[in-house]
């Protein structure tokens, strides 16, 4: 049996920034995708996002659209200048979906509404990971 | 010189030929047989011990046998036990199978068989031989691919079928196609999405005149679109849709949507019991997504 020890050492963690207004949510996704073997990084504003944006380059980015201040899509508009190859899940709980539509049409890697199963996220991050890849 | 007078040559036919013809096929006619059947039919037993493995230059037997090996073991695709493929010369044959052995209405089988090289029924597969014998090893591969598909996807419904879902048959068939295609070692699964998707880009229809997903959905304008718009934006649509799909939810899930059909005849109400996304927001995304390909 192999020393874990000494793979994990190799081990890259992967980043995920997850933005989003309400602390139990950023805090469920948080511990949920740490589960999972990612690093997570939390914002709860679009302020938040864009600092972090800078400082911890994410690998993929959890975006609720409905965030206090700067809107989402205007985050959005900030990843895709900054980081363009980054790929983008949209996080929406609203019923109309233009703004998701928007982000989608802005690149978005994809559009997830709300209330959601977390294994449905799951997939969404392993898969935009991959397809970055 | 004289002119040569040219006499008619006697006909090496007895005088009444065409009078024995007439009574052979009546008798064939008699005895329930179509005077045009197939020219050649195979029988594929769906075994677990089914070689995947082909020769250099398979013949379409063998192509047909690897093909539903790697469909059932390596794609999690289910088969009957045993699945009959017909050949025929040309399109009027091809239809008549498709009315005496498939038992399909005239209209339909002549709007099912008009343009096609190959037709999926509930008794088996139909092809037109003289497409076949003009295709090279990967179209005839993908065209069986394509066609075990729906067989596949029948025997997942339990030969339940439903109204709606025309583009996601078609483009699973077309997923399943190319990832065959990979697996056979003919051509690569991203190079077969890279042409399609530049097909689709090159189509002589513009993107945004594109039909939806919607107006892809039942067979009626699914046909009509094909015919009008061409391939790229029917086809070459609904393989990105699934493609898209499966990177979304994984293949498992576009699987289990077609055994929904044994239990559930509304397509939209079963899209939303495995999908995350509901049938509307999935349409809308992936028409925005198509759009961005500009």
Redesign the interface.
Known sequence: MPALGMWSTQTILRTVLVVHDEPQTRSLLSELLTRCDYEVVTAANGAEAVAALRETPPDVVLLDLTIPGMSGLEVMERIQAARPSTPVIVLSGSPD?SA??GA??M?AY????KP??FE?LQ??VA?ALA?RS | MQPTRVRPARSRHPRHWWLIVLAATALALASGESPAGPYREYEIRVTADMPAALARNPTDSDLIHAIASLMTTRLELPLPPSVRAYVYVNEATLVDGLITLAGEKSEDAWDRGRFAAGVATRVGIFFRGDYLAQMHLLARAGLFAHELTHVSQRTLAKNRRVRGDQWLREGHADWVKFRVLDLLGFRRFSESRDEVMRAVLRSTTPLHLFPSLDTLASNTSWTASMNRLGAPATYGQAFLAVDWLVERHGDDKVREIFTRHQADGDFQAQWAKVFSISYREFVEEFRARLELMR
């Open positions: 979906d998701a539509l989608v049409r690149g994809a559009y997830l509404p959601f199963e449905h997939r969404l898969s397809a």
